[in-house]
């Protein structure tokens, strides 16, 4: 079901290209500090105040299946051991062993476990994280209670997703207000088809700014998604510290408005969510994108890309969505706006500018940075 509000940024989109009239009315440009994107002070503030207290989305449901799946994510520069227990709850742990600290799970790909069995010394810890095997248990004097089991962090499933931080936390709460466009979107029905992941030398922030704006998508996307789409009509709002997005596609320029209500929402435009902080959604037509942000120093992030679909997925169907993947995750993503996130981060090394210079067009960046900032400090 579409919710209330992507026919509401339809409709906004919808008067935009009748009258041709590619600005927001916000007539606002905002200007944003260039280390902000390259200090290590500032990255260590981040990491400290915003990454190990906020809640995060880190993986979707259906990447975690089975009793003993399992993967690991890096939360504040911290890996995370995720797993489904045999009484179906998914739990994370802080991804290192009670000895000394081995981590048990060394691979970022998804994994399947009956056990964790340390390959050091052998420690085993049960998919409850309690410790159920030590090698010469004698040999250990005194060893008991605080080292019995993998230390625990918080995880939840809320939306289809799995979400976790170090600190407790409430999902819905964190989502406030979209967390209705959640509960409507259902993602949840969905599963992921395809996942990559790779390491982009940029600040974690230059990839959320570059999901952000709709005014690059005429230049840099030319030869790839720029026949969908018009040139620079996007509307976004910001709905607490997150953002809801919407991009027009040429497809809007044939309805009627009066039919908006009831349209195929995600023919017409693309929606698209900042769940801040670093999560990317892109509702495409008939798939969509995850993109999960993870900072590794200011200047290089792990870029994890899922692909969620619904339905039955036949050969044919599963042909398409691979196709799909391929030109959206490596043509585009890849290829383009990850490829000029680089570029910057490289060109802010060059450049005279003290100042990061955003225009009306891109103006969602300026919520997203002052959401930043609220929590880390100015
Ligand atoms: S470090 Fe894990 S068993 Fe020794
Ligand atoms: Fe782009």
Not at 3 to 29: I, Y
Not at 122 to 138: A, E, F, M, Q, S
């Amino acid at each position: 079901m579409n919710p209330a509000s992507h026919v509401d940024l339809a409709r906004r989109l919808f008067q935009h290209v009748k009258t041709n009239h590619a600005a927001t009315g916000k007539d606002r440009t905002a200007l944003v500090k260039k280390s902000r994107y390259m200090s290590p002070e500032r990255f260590a503030q981040e990491r400290e105040h915003l990454f190990a207290t906020t809640p995060q989305i880190v993986a979707h449901a259906s990447e975690l299946v089975e009793p003993g799946a399992c993967m690991t994510v890096d939360v504040a520069g911290i890996s995370l051991l995720l797993v489904r227990g045999a009484d179906d709850e998914i739990r994370a742990f802080r991804n290192a062993c009670r000895h000394r600290s081995t981590e048990l799970v060394p691979e970022d790909a998804p994994c399947r476990k009956k056990a964790f069995v340390c390959r050091y010394h052998g420690w085993t810890y049960d998919l409850t994280g309690r410790r159920i095997h030590v090698p010469h248990l004698p040999s250990f004097d005194g060893l008991d209670a605080d080292r019995d089991a993998l230390v625990p962090a918080h995880a939840h499933v809320h939306g289809g997703f799995v979400w976790a931080s170090l600190a407790p936390f409430d999902p819905a709460a964190h989502l406030g207000a979209l967390d209705e466009d959640f509960a409507l979107l259902d993602l949840g029905a969905s599963r992921v088809h395809a996942r990559a992941s790779r390491e982009v030398r940029g600040n974690w922030k230059l990839i959320v700014d570059a999901f952000l704006d709709g005014y690059h998508i005429r230049h840099l996307h030319r030869d790839t998604v720029y026949r969908f789409f018009f040139d620079a009509q996007s509307e976004a709002e910001a709905v607490g510290p997150h953002i809801r997005a919407a991009t027009a596609r040429r497809t809007l320029a044939e309805v009627n408005e009066i039919t908006l209500e009831n349209a195929p929402i995600r023919e017409l435009v693309t929606p698209s969510y900042s769940i801040f902080p670093n999560t990317v959604l892109v509702l495409h037509p008939d798939y969509t994108s995850v993109m999960r942000l993870e900072p590794l120093a200011a200047d290089r992030t792990r870029f994890v890309h899922t692909m969620l679909v619904s339905g039955e997925v036949s050969a044919e169907k599963k042909d398409h969505f691979d196709k799909s993947f391929a030109l959206i995750d490596q043509g585009v993503f890849a290829s383009e706006d990850l490829a000029v996130v680089e570029s910057i981060q490289r060109g802010m090394q060059s450049s005279a500018d003290e100042l990061m210079l955003f225009g009306e067009l891109e103006f969602a960046a300026k919520w997203f940075h002052d959401a930043v900032d609220s929590v880390v400090g100015d």
